[in-house]
C-alpha cells in the first residue's frame, strides 16, 4: 500500500466536474458542431423477425434535404465483432445494416442522411421497406424447444453455446447426501438501460489525409478504435481518432460497439461530409444492449446444522438476435464464478445455456452477471431459511466464509479466490442501523392488524477490477485487460494526468485528482485529468466492472512511482545528498536529520527541464507511462436491509427503510462512493419493483417508451442509511476495491426478499421480478381463497 | 423527437382562431400546453400541417366564480388550478385532482381545456369533470353551445367537441354545504397516469343521509365514465363503511375495462373498487359525515 501522507484521500471533496454539468457547459458528443455537418436517421425493422424483399428508397432520395440513402447492399463492411469468445461458441455474422433478414425490432436496415434531422427523419420515413414476416420467439427457453423458429440457418436450436462451472459429480454427491434440498426457479427479467443522455455519434473524414475522426458516446475508446478500425472498417487504427468527451451515463450501454456508428463513419467516408446521429429515445429502448434476462433453476443443499453442502444450477440466458460485443462474458464468467457468494459453498455445478431469439442483443448492465448471479443465491438463501425455519440472518451467518484478511486469498470452488473478506460485522452493522429487532417486533405486532411489513436482507459479494490479462485471454477474452496511465509534469510543476479510464459519471476528475496530488504533495489545482480521447492518451481498456480506481488508478499510482524516484534522483543531486538520504514529504525532498536542507516539487521539475543540472547521463523531463495489469478481481462485499410495507388490497409495495453497509476497500472520496451506492440501489430497486423489458411472445417489444417502462423516481425511494466497513484489497497499492455497481447487485434481493417475507401470512415463498402491485394482488388473492 | 413539418399560427382572439381552423380544417390542430399533443407528434403519431397556438388568445385562462359555479377558461394550466384560492374555498377537490397531475413542469404547461378535450382514457380530470357534473363551454361558428359532461366523453379520445370548434372553457359546479368530494387514483408506475382514478362527491344532510352522489372512474376503460350503479347504491343511505364497501363493488360497472401490461381486466375491476371505496370513504369524511 501507498505509503504516503494523505491530506485529500478519503475527504469528501466536491466533485471538480460538477460546475461544467450543473451550469450546462458539458461538451456531450450532440454539441459537436462542424462546419457542412449532416444528420443520419435509421430505417429500422418493425418486424421480429423476416425476410427483406425489396428495399425502395426513390421516394426518400427526392425529398427535399435528403442526400444518401444506404442500405446493407451498398455499405459493404465487416460483420460487428464479438469480443470474447467461449469453447465451442457459435457466432452469428452481424452485419451493421440488415442483409436479407432482420431478427429482431429496431435493427437497423438503412441509413438516411440529410441536411437537417428534421430531413433525415422525413427520408428515413419515406423508405419503403417489403417485409415477409416470419415467426419469431423472443423466450430463451422457448428458443431452445423443439420446432421454433431458427435464428441463422448455421445455428440449430439457436444455442450459441452450453457452457459449465464446477464441480457435476461433487454437487451431485452432495444433494445425494443432503438433509433439506430448497429448490427454486425463477426469472431475472430483462432491462433497458436508459442513461440520461442517449448513445451518439459524429464521425467525420478528411479526404486529404484518410484521417477519420469519431466523436462518440463510448465508454472506452481504443476499444471502439480497435474493433472498428481493425475489424470492421479494415483501416489502420493510426488513421482513426476516437474522442469520447463528457459522456451522461453508460451503466454498460456505452462499451459496446454498435451499428450506429460504424454506419454513420462509412457514411461520412463516401459523402465526404461529417455526419451527425443522436438516438432518440425509443430508439435506445430498441437498439441499445439489454441486460439480464435470464430463466433459471437453482437448487440447494444443506446438512442438518443448516449448512451449505451443495449448490447447482441451469441458465438458460437469453442473449439477443446477434452477439454485441461482450455478451458471451457475461452469463458465464462474470455469473458462474459468483455464484459461491459469502457463503461457504462446498460443491458448485452450474450450467448456462446462450440462447439466440427475436430480441435486441443483451450484454452488461451496470452488474452484469453478477446481480443475476447475487439475486438467485439471496433469493434461495432467503427461501431456505422459510423452510429451514431459521431467521435469515442466522442462516446466513452459520454459512459465511471465515474472515480472510491477511493477504491469503479464499478459494472458492468456482474459479475465483477472493482477495479479502470480513463477511459478518457489515451483515451485524446493517442489522443495527436498520434496528432488526425492533422491526420484526413491529412486523409481528402489525400482522395482527393488517398491516403487512417486509423485511429482507441481502449479504452479496461482487468481483470488481476485470482483470488479470492472462486469466482474461484464458477465459476467451480478445483484449488484455490492464489498464494505462500516463502523467507529465510541467516544467512549473503542474501535473496533467492521463488516464485509459473513461468517466461517464465516476467523477474520475475528483478522485484521481485527489490521489495524485496526495502522491506529489501538491494542489488538486496543480493536477488536471485528461481522458476519453485516442489522440492525447496511451491505448486503454476503459471503465466497466468497477475497475477505474483499482486498475486505472493503480496505473496512475504506478507512473507516480517512477515520476517520484526520478525527482529524488534529481534532488539528492542538487543536494548533494545520497538518495537513500531523502525523505519526501507536503511536496518536498529533504534530507534526513537537516529538514532545512530541501528541493521542493516545483524546483525539481524545473530543473528536469531546464537540465542544467541533473545526473549525468540522465534525460531530461520528467513523465512516466504505466501499464497496470491487475494480479486478480477484488471482491467488495456488503450487507443490505429493505422494509417495505405491502398494501394487500391493491399489491402497491412502499419501500419505508433501506440500509447499506458495503466494504469497498479504502475509500478515496467517500461523497462519490455514496453516490455511486444511492444510484446503485435505485437501478436495483427498479428491477425488483418496476423495471421491465417486455416482448411479446413473438419478439414485439411492448415497453418500448418512458410511458410504459417505469424506471425508478425518487418518490418511490426512502432517504438511505448507508454506512461501510473498510477491508482493504492486498492486491493494488491504493487498497481500493470498487463501488460502481454494489449497490445494483445488492439492492435487488434485498427489496425482493423484503417483499416476499411480507407476504408470508399468505404463504407466498416466491415471485418472480419485477413485483409489480398485480402479481403480489394475484398471489394473495389466491392464499384467501 | 423531430415532428414532420407543419406550420405554426398564434391567433390573438378565439374569432381569429376559428377563422384559421375553418380554413384549415382536418390538416389543423389546435395548441394548448402541448403535453399530449406534442409527445405524439414528436414519434409522429400526429402529423398536422398547421398548429393552431392558442397561448396568445385572449379570454381563454383564468378562473372565475359565477353563479355557484367556478368558470375556468380552458387555457387555464393546471398549476394555477392547484393553487388558486377560490378553487380550493369553493371545489377544492379540484386542486387535489391538479396536484397530482404528471410532475411540475407538466402541471406548469398542462392546461384543463387541453386534458378535457384530448379525452386521455388514462388522464385524471375526466372523472372529477364527470362526478361534479361540469359542463363543458364550446364556440363555433355559429357561437356559443354548453355541453354537459355527461354527453362530452364519446369515445377514446373522442369528444363532442366539433371539427370547428374550440373548447374555450369549463363549468364546474360548486355543491351546497354538506358536500365533500375525493379523488384518489392508482398511477402508473412509468407516467403516472391512472391505471384506476375514481373522484367521488357526496351531499350529507342534516341526518347524514347521502341526498346526492356523483362519482366516475378513469384509466380502466377506453373512457372515462359516471359509476351509476355506485351513486345509485349511495344515495338515500346512511354511508357507513358497510354501505360504502357495498356501494364499491358496483365500481366497475360499465366501464370497459382493457387488459394491459399494469394488468388484468380482473385486476383493473377490483382496483376500480378498492378506489371507489377509498374516494367515498374520505368524501364522506370530508362532508362532515
Ligand atoms: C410527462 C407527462 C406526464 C403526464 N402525467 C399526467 C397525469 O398524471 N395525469 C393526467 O391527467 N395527465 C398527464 N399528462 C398530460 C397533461 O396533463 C397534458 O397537459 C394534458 O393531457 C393535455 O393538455 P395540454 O394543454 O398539454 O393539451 P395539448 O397537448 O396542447 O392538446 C391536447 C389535445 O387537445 C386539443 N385541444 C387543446 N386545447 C383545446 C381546446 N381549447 N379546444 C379544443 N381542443 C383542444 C389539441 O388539439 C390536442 O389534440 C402528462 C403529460 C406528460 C408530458
Known sequence: MAVTEERLFGKAIKRREDPRFITGRGQYVDDVKLPGMTYAAFVRSPHPHARIKKVDAAAAKKLPGVLAVYTGVEMQVGGLPCGWMLPDIRVPVRPVLAQGKVRYV????????????????????????????????????????????????????????????????????AFASAATVVSQPLVNQRLIPNAIEPRACVASFA???????????????????????????????TKMRVISPDVGGGFGSKIFVYNEEVAVSWAAKTLGRPVKWTAERRESFLNDAHGRDHVTEAEMAFDREGKITGLRVKTHANLGAYLSTFAPLIPSYLYGPLLSGVYKIPAIFCEVWGMLTNTAPVDAYRGAGRPEATYLLERIVDRAARQLRLDPAELRRRNFIPPFTDGTPYQTPVAFAYDSGDYEPALRRALELAGYEQARREQAAGRQKGRHLGIGLSTYIEACGPAPSAVAGSLGAGAGLWES????????????????????????????????ADQLGIPMEQVEIVHGDTAQIPFGMGTYGSRSACVGGSAIVRCLDKIKEKGRRIAA??????????DFKDGAWSVRGSPDRKKAWGEVALMAYLAHNIPQGMEPGLEATSFYDPVNF?????????????????????????VAVDDVGRVINPMIVDGMV?????????????????????????????????????????????DRTVTPSPINPLGVKGAGETGTIASTPAVANAVIDALAPFGVVHLDLPLTPQKIWKAVAAAKR | MYPAAFEYHAPTSVKDALRLLGKLKDDAKLLAGGHSLIPMMKLRLAQPGHLIDLKK??????????????????????????????????????????????????????TLGGSVAHADPAADWPAAMLALGAEMVCEGPKGKRTVKVDDWFVGLMTTAVKGNEILTAVRVPAWPAGSGAAYMKFPHPASRFAVVGVCAAVTLDKQGVCTRAGVAVTGAGTKAVRAKGVEAALTGKTLDAAAIEAAAQKAAQGVDVQADLQGSVEYKAHLCRVFAKRAITEAVKRAGG
Open chain 1, 634 to 658: 477484488t471482491f467488495p462485499f456488503g450487507a443490505h436491509v429493505a422494509i417495505v410495507e405491502v398494501d394487500v388490497e391493491t399489491g402497491a409495495v412502499k419501500l419505508l427503510k433501506y
Open chain 1, 573 to 582: 543531486h542538487l543536494l548533494e545528498a545520497s538518495e537513500q538520504d531523502l
Open chain 1, 106 to 173: 429496431g435493427e437497423p436496415v438503412a441509413i438516411v442522411v440529410a441536411e437537417t434531422p428534421f430531413a433525415a427523419k422525413d427520408g428515413a420515413e419515406a423508405v419503403r421497406v417489403q417485409y415477409e414476416a416470419l415467426p419469431g420467439v423472443a423466450d430463451g427457453k422457448k428458443a431452445h424447444a423443439p420446432g421454433a423458429p431458427q435464428l441463422f440457418d448455421e445455428i440449430a436450436t439457436n444455442q450459441c453455446f452450453h457452457w459449465t462451472i464446477g464441480d457435476k459429480a461433487a454437487a451431485d454427491a
Open chain 1, 485 to 516: 496511465g500516463q502523467v507529465r509534469v510541467h516544467p512549473a510543476g503542474s501535473v496533467t494526468v492521463y488516464t485509459g479510464s473513461h468517466s461517464h459519471g465516476q467523477g474520475h476528475e475528483t478522485t484521481f485528482a485527489q490521489v495524485v
Open chain 2, 57 to 110: 388568445v385572449k379570454g381563454l385562462s383564468g378562473i372565475k366564480e359565477e353563479k355557484g359555479a367556478l368558470v375556468i377558461g380552458a387555457m387555464t394550466t393546471h398549476w394555477e388550478i392547484e393553487a388558486s384560492k377560490t378553487v380550493k374555498a369553493k371545489v377544492p377537490v379540484l386542486a387535489e385532482v391538479a396536484g397530482i397531475i404528471g410532475d411540475p413542469a407538466v402541471r406548469n404547461k398542462g
Open chain 1, 207 to 237: 479526404p486529404a489525409t484518410g484521417d477519420l475522426t469519431l466523436w462518440v458516446t463510448s465508454q472506452n475508446p481504443h476499444v471502439h478504435r480497435l474493433l472498428m478500425a481493425a475489424f470492421v472498417l479494415a483501416i489502420p487504427e
Open chain 1, 678 to 722: 444511492h444510484g446503485g440501489i435505485a437501478q436495483g430497486v427498479g428491477q425488483a419493483l418496476w423495471e421491465h423489458g417486455v416482448y411479446a411472445d413473438d419478439g414485439q417489444l411492448l415497453s418500448a417508451t418512458m410511458l410504459d417502462y417505469a424506471m425508478p423516481k425518487a418518490d418511490g425511494l426512502p432517504s438511505y442509511t448507508t
